[in-house]
């Protein structure tokens, strides 16, 4: 994640939000990362922390249709909207291919929507995510809201889109 603080380790990042819930040091770890300072300041001035970074990111990534501008942060109303959105590789009825349900976020609400973006964010850069990007092909697509209620035809003729992050530290 070097594109969001040099001395943060991605992977460790991604390991932590994985066992979020099943260790408190992961939870320690994931709360001390994400308030860490950029070294960047936010629109009205803040010192800017990983989190709005992560969250920053997601907007430009996955939030095209909330009418977000550049640089804005998604909230938890865009990442619960996009978070059913969301396929590994190719979309379909297995629930390993849904990225929401493959990481047990049941739920996108106030106490877990950045570290569901965090997750995105961290599994592109560093989890397996970007291993089967470099050695499978497979990436993260965007396709259409709430794949649980489309019908086999719209399924069939949805749109999807590939996304992807800039490599080797770019912003």
């Known amino acids: ?4 603080a040099k001395d943060i380790d991605g992977k460790k990042l991604y390991e932590a939000i994985v066992d979020f819930e099943n ?17 960047r300041k936010n629109k009205n001035g803040s010192d800017e922390t990983v989190r709005d970074r992560v969250l920053k990111a997601y907007a430009m990534l996955f939030c095209e249709d909330a009418g977000l501008e550049v640089g804005e ?7 619960a909207a996009t978070a059913d959105r969301l396929y590994i590789g190719d979309a379909g009825y297995d629930p390993e291919h849904w990225y929401r349900m493959k990481y047990h976020f049941p739920v996108i609400d106030d106490d877990n929507y950045d570290r569901f973006a965090a997750l995105v964010i ?18 993260l697509v965007v396709g259409e809201a709430d794949p649980l209620h489309m019908t086999a035809s719209q399924r069939r003729n949805q749109q999807v889109k590939s996304v992807s992050l800039p490599t080797g530290g770019a912003q």
Do not use: I
């Open 1 to 4: 994640m070097a594109s969001f």
């Open 23 to 39: 260790n408190e040091e992961a939870q320690d770890f994931y709360y001390a990362v994400m308030d860490t300072l950029t070294g």
């Open 73 to 79: 942060k998604a909230g938890v109303d865009e990442v």
């Open 122 to 139: 961290a599994d592109m850069n560093a989890g397996p995510l970007h291993e089967a990007a470099l050695n499978d092909g497979e990436t």
